[in-house]
C-alpha cells in the first residue's frame, strides 16, 4: 500500500506545481457552457429582410403591418425598405439580407378579388436554420393578414389535450449542465492519470520508475486514484460554477448532492480507466493530444447532452447504449432536474459500475511493466 | 565469494539488430565493475535487461542472487539504478524526490527521513532541499539521480554514464561520492561508461564491450599488460600514411603499427627513445610530420588495440546528439 500512495503522491504532487492547467480544465467547460448555451439557443433575432412594397393598396398595407409586428414583437426581423425589386434580391444574394419581401402593385386587388393573391419571398437557403425561420415568420405574417384578434370561444364539444408539467422548466442553458459537468471529467481524465505515464515514458523517466518494486497494480491504481482525485475536485468546482450561473439549486437535498457526486465519481473512474486501457502504451504527449480530440466529440455528441438521442438514427443509438458519457448525462439530469433517488436510476449506476469493473482489469492486465 | 551479478549467454535482439550478443560475465560482491564501450555498444541495453525493465531475447541473468525473468520483484528490492537520462522529477524538490523513492522501496518512515537528510548532506544538496529540481544544474540532478536510488541502501547499484555530460570538476565530485558510498554501504557497483579514465580511476575490472560483445575483461592493469609495449609513440602524418605504417611496422622494435584517423600509432617499449627513429622512418616513407606524442599505455589504447578504432570518435557522434536536445527519450534509447 505504501507504494501505492507513493505513485498517487509523486502524480499529485507534481500535478499541484501546475495550478494553470487546473484552471484551464475548470474554466474551459464552464466557457463551453456559455457559449453552447447562448449560441444554439432557439430563438434567431433580427434576420435582416429587405421589404419592396408596390402595392399602396389596403392589404398592401396590412401586410407592411403585420411583418413591423413581427419586427418589434419577436424581433426575429430587422426590416429594410427598398424600392427596388431587383436590388433586394440582390442584397439577398450578396449577403446583405437574409431574406427579400416583394408584394407586387396588384396585390391588395387580387385579395379584393380573391384571386391567388401572391407575395414573394427570397430567401437565402443556403444557410438552412435561418432560413426555417425566416420563412416561418414571414409565411405567418402573410397567413394571419385576415385575422382579426377576437378570441375565439372554445368550442365545448371538441376534445382538448390538457397539458400537465411533472417538473419545473429547465431552460435550455440548464439543460446543458450535466453535459458541461461530463465534458469537465473527461478533460480531467485525459490530463491525468495515464497522461502522466506518457509524459514520464516521453521524458525517459519511466523506466527509472520501473526499475523500483513498484508494482504494475501500484503504477495503474496509483495514477487512476490520482486522476480521480483531480479530476473529482474539478468536476465539482464545475457543477458548482455551473449551477449557480445557470440558477440550478445547486445542493438541494443531501441525498441529491451526494447521488450527484456518485455519479461524478463512477464516471470519472470509469473513463480514467479506459483511457488507461486505449493509451497505455502511447510514448508521445503528440498521441494524447489527437486523441483527446476525437474521442471527446465520439463521446460527448452522442451522449444525449445537447441533443436528444432519440432523434439519433439506429446505428448512433446502438453506439450511445455503450458510451459511459451517455449513462452518466442521463443520470446526472434525472437527479439533477428530476430530484430522482439513487436507486431510481439504478441501470445507470449498475451500467457505470460494470463499465469500471471491465476497464480497470483490462487496464492493469493489458499494462506492460517494460519499456 | 558469492556473485552480485552474473549473466549467461544474455542476449538482445531488435529486430536485425543484435544489441548484446551472448554476453557471459561474472562479477563479485564488492567489487566496482566497469562496463566501457563507445555509443551504441550495447551499455544500456544490457543494464535495462540486468534491472529486469528489458527481457531478453535469450539468456539469463542473477543479480543478488536472483533470476532476472523468474524473481523480478527481488531484483528490484536489490538494487538501485542511475539511468542514461536523468531521470528525478523536475517538479518535485529534492526531498520530495528522495522521500518518493524511499517510499517505493518501502524504507520505514523514520529511517527513510534520517537517511534522505544524510544523503542529502553527502552530496551536497542539503541548501537545495526544499527548491525544485528543475531549478538545478546538470551536476546537482545528477547527484540526485544517484542519492534518491540509495535511501533504500541497496546492495547492488547499477550507474549508466553517470557522468556523461558532466564537466571534469563535477565528474571527479561525483566519482569520490561513488567510492565513498561504496565504501560506507557496502555496495558492489555496475558502472556504464565511454570514460576511459573514469574505468581507469574508479574501476577494480573492466569489460571492453563493442558491437554488443565482451572484447576484452580484467583490471585495468591487466587489460594495459596485454597489448604489447609500455608506451605508445603517435605520429601526426599528412600523406603516404600507409606507407608510412607499413615501414613501421617491419621493424624489430615496434610491437604493433596501427593507423588510426589519420595517426600513425606505434607501441614500443620505450617511447623517448624510438620517437626520433620513427620520426626519421617517416619522413623516409615520403610523409610529413606534424606532431609528435608519446603516451603511457591507457584503457583508451586497449580499445583501439583491440576494435582499430577510438572511443573518441564516437564521443563526436554523442556531442551532436546532445546537441539535439529535446530528442525525444524514446528514440535515444
Ligand atoms: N528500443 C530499441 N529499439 C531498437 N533498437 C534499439 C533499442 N534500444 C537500443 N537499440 C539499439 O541497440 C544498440 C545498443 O544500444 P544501447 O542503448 O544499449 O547502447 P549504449 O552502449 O548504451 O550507447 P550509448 O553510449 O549511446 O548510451 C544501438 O544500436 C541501438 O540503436
Ligand atoms: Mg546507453
Not at chain 1, 465520439?298 to 445537447?306: E, L, M, N, Q, T
Not at chain 2, 520530495?96 to 537528510?117: C, S
Amino acid at each position: 500500500m505504501r507504494r501505492l500512495y507513493a505513485v498517487i503522491e509523486r502524480d499529485v504532487r507534481k500535478f499541484s506545481r501546475n495550478p494553470v492547467i487546473m484552471v484551464m480544465a475548470v474554466v474551459m467547460p464552464i466557457v463551453y457552457l456559455i457559449i453552447l448555451g447562448n449560441s444554439f439557443q432557439g430563438k434567431l433575432k433580427g434576420l435582416p429582410v429587405a421589404v419592396v412594397n408596390q402595392d399602396d393598396g389596403y392589404w398592401g398595407r396590412r401586410l407592411d403591418e403585420r411583418l413591423k409586428a413581427v419586427a418589434i414583437g419577436p424581433k426575429t426581423v430587422k426590416l429594410t425598405y427598398m424600392s427596388d425589386q431587383g436590388k433586394a434580391v440582390e442584397g439577398v444574394r450578396d449577403g446583405k439580407f437574409k431574406g427579400a419581401v416583394i408584394i407586387p402593385p396588384d396585390f391588395s386587388r387580387r385579395m379584393a378579388l380573391g384571386i391567388n393573391p401572391e407575395v414573394g419571398i427570397f430567401v437565402d437557403n443556403t444557410d438552412q436554420i435561418s432560413e426555417g425561420a425566416l420563412t416561418g415568420a414571414l409565411t405567418d405574417a402573410v397567413n394571419s393578414i385576415r385575422e382579426v384578434s377576437v378570441p375565439v370561444r372554445p368550442d365545448r364539444t371538441v376534445a382538448q389535450a390538457r397539458r400537465v408539467e411533472l417538473y419545473r422548466t429547465v431552460d435550455y442553458d440548464q439543460a446543458l449542465v450535466p453535459g458541461v459537468v461530463v465534458m469537465a471529467i473527461f478533460i480531467g481524465t485525459m490530463i491525468t492519470g495515464v497522461f502522466n505515464l506518457v509524459m514520464d515514458r516521453f521524458l525517459g523517466v519511466d523506466e527509472a520508475i520501473l526499475m523500483t518494486p513498484v508494482t504494475k497494480m501500484d503504477i495503474v491504481g496509483g495514477l487512476v486514484v490520482s486522476g480521480f482525485i483531480i479530476t473529482m475536485l474539478m468536476a465539482t468546482i464545475v457543477y458548482i460554477v455551473s449551477a449557480l450561473i445557470t440558477g440550478i439549486a445547486v445542493f438541494g437535498s443531501v441525498s441529491r448532492f451526494l447521488g450527484i457526486l456518485v455519479v461524478l465519481a463512477l464516471t470519472t473512474m470509469g473513463l480514467l480507466s479506459m483511457i488507461f486501457l486505449m493509451l497505455g502504451r502511447a510514448n508521445h504527449p503528440r498521441i494524447v493530444g489527437v486523441f483527446q480530440g476525437f474521442m471527446n466529440v465520439i463521446f460527448f455528441f452522442p451522449s444525449g447532452a445537447v441533443y436528444p438521442v432519440e432523434g439519433f438514427p439506429r446505428w448512433l443509438r446502438a453506439f450511445s447504449k455503450v458510451n459511459p458519457e451517455y449513462y452518466a448525462v442521463h443520470a446526472l439530469k434525472s437527479i439533477i432536474f428530476k430530484g430522482n433517488p439513487l436507486w431510481a436510476i439504478y441501470g445507470d449506476i449498475v451500467f457505470l459500475v460494470c463499465f469500471l469493473a471491465v476497464m480497470m482489469t483490462l487496464a492493469v492486465v493489458t499494462f506492460k511493466r517494460t519499456l | 565469494m558469492p556473485s552480485a551479478v552474473e549473466t549467461f549467454d544474455i542476449r538482445k535482439t531488435f529486430g536485425e539488430l543484435t544489441a548484446v550478443k551472448d554476453i557471459s560475465i561474472q562479477i563479485n560482491e564488492g567489487e566496482f565493475f566497469g562496463f566501457l564501450g563507445p555509443n551504441g555498444a550495447g551499455k544500456s541495453t544490457l543494464i535495462r535487461m540486468l534491472t529486469t525493465v528489458l527481457r531478453p531475447t535469450s539468456g539469463t541473468a542473477r543479480v543478488g542472487g536472483y533470476d532476472i525473468t523468474k524473481e523480478p520483484d527481488e531484483v528490484r528490492r536489490s538494487i538501485g539504478v542511475v539511468t542514461q537520462n536523468m531521470a528525478s522529477d523536475l517538479d518535485l524538490t529534492a526531498r520530495e524526490n528522495m522521500d518518493i523513492f524511499g517510499k517505493f522501496y518501502e524504507v520505514p518512515k523514520k529511517v527513510r527521513q534520517e537517511r534522505v537528510a544524510e544523503l542529502l548532506e553527502r552530496v551536497g544538496l542539503s541548501k537545495k532541499a526544499d527548491e525544485l529540481a528543475a531549478t538545478f544544474s546538470g551536476g546537482m540532478r545528477r547527484r540526485l539521480d544517484i542519492a534518491r536510488v540509495l535511501v533504500h541502501k541497496p546492495e547492488i547499484l547499477f550507474l549508466d554514464e553517470p557522468t556523461s555530460g558532466l564537466d571534469p570538476q563535477s565528474r571527479r565530485v561525483v566519482w569520490d561520492m561513488l567510492q565513498s558510498f561504496m565504501k560506507d554501504y557496502n555496495m558492489t557497483i555496475f558502472l556504464t561508461t565511454h570514460y576511459m579514465e573514469e574505468a581507469e580511476a574508479l574501476c577494480t575490472r573492466v569489460a571492453i564491450i563493442d558491437h554488443g560483445s565482451v572484447i576484452a575483461m580484467g583490471t585495468p592493469d591487466e587489460l594495459k599488460s596485454g597489448i604489447p609495449g609500455n608506451d605508445i609513440v603517435i605520429l601526426t602524418l599528412s600523406r603516404e600514411q600507409e606507407n608510412a605504417r607499413n615501414l613501421a611496422a617491419a621493424e624489430g622494435y615496434v610491437h604493433k603499427a596501427q593507423l588510426e584517423n589519420g595517426d600513425l600509432r606505434c607501441y614500443v617499449n620505450n617511447g623517448s627513445e624510438d620517437a626520433p627513429r620513427l620520426m626519421k622512418l617517416a619522413t623516409d616513407a615520403g610523409a610529413e610530420v606534424r606532431a609528435v606524442s608519446i603516451q603511457k599505455l591507457s584503457l583508451e589504447d586497449v580499445f583501439i588495440h583491440y576494435t582499430g578504432r577510438s572511443i573518441r570518435e564516437e564521443e563526436t557522434k554523442r556531442v551532436s546528439m546532445f546537441l539535439g536536445a529535446g530528442v525525444p527519450a524514446k528514440l535515444g534509447r
